[in-house]
């Protein structure tokens, strides 16, 4: 099993849909990350939380310490928010470990 | 104020060759991690340098190494290359270690191996 564990894989939606993306990982960390990856394989990163909830623009993202989980939101889609989203988690250090990754496409 | 620079951006070697790889980080930054990236195990931790010393190592083997520079340019190296070696490598800066600082990753510099 996986040490993140990203969902759903791939997501489809329609223009202006509410759209959720969900992190669950099984260790001890000090930081998750969200980051967003366009074709081509330039990586930005978008939050860096290790508590409560971060808003910016349409973008929103919570973590659950207890619960070890975390969720992007993105709020009245659009098609240029396709591209692959990736959770990424730091444990030991300064180490990350990334999930597999979500294939979001919003259709016009 | 400039960003990530990865250099070269593509590249292609044979197996049995080695390769190096470069990443400036953004001005004042003192941290650079490197990353691999391939279909099959997605995004992977590769290393991390802070002020010229390797704070963390990933799981790969010894031919992968690298280093910091005082101007905090950093290099990676992989040596006797092989097919698996195909990939995406990209850096990321952080001001701090990345342990606690946001990241900025570069545009990546894409290997194949033939």
């Known amino acids: 099993k996986n040490e993140v564990e990203q969902s759903p894989q791939n997501l489809t939606a329609q223009e202006g849909e509410f759209i959720t993306i969900n992190c669950s990982y099984s260790v001890g960390i000090s930081a998750l990350h969200w980051l967003q990856q366009h074709p081509g394989g330039g990586i930005v990163s978008l939050f860096m939380?290790?508590?409560g909830k971060k808003k910016h623009g349409r973008l929103i993202a919570t973590i659950n310490i207890q619960e070890k989980h975390s969720s992007l939101h993105i709020t009245a889609s659009h098609p240029r928010d396709s591209a692959v989203y990736i959770c990424a988690v730091k444990t030991s250090g300064s180490r990350l470990t990334f999930g597999e990754g979500t294939q979001l496409t919003v259709n016009p | 104020k400039a960003g990530v620079t990865q250099t070269p951006r593509y590249l292609i070697k044979t197996r049995g060759q080695q390769v190096t790889l470069s990443c400036s980080p953004i001005s004042g930054h003192r941290s650079v991690s490197w990353y691999q990236q391939t279909p099959g195990q997605g995004l992977q931790f590769l290393f991390e340098y802070f002020s010229e010393t390797q704070r963390n190592k990933g799981n790969f083997p010894g031919r992968f190494s690298g280093r910091q520079f005082s101007n905090s340019r950093s290099e990676m190296n992989v040596s006797t290359l092989e097919l698996g070696d195909s990939a995406l490598y990209l850096c990321a800066s952080s001001l701090e270690t990345s342990a606690i600082g946001e990241l900025f990753f570069g545009e990546g510099s894409r290997l194949t191996v033939l």
């Open positions: 939380l290790s508590s």
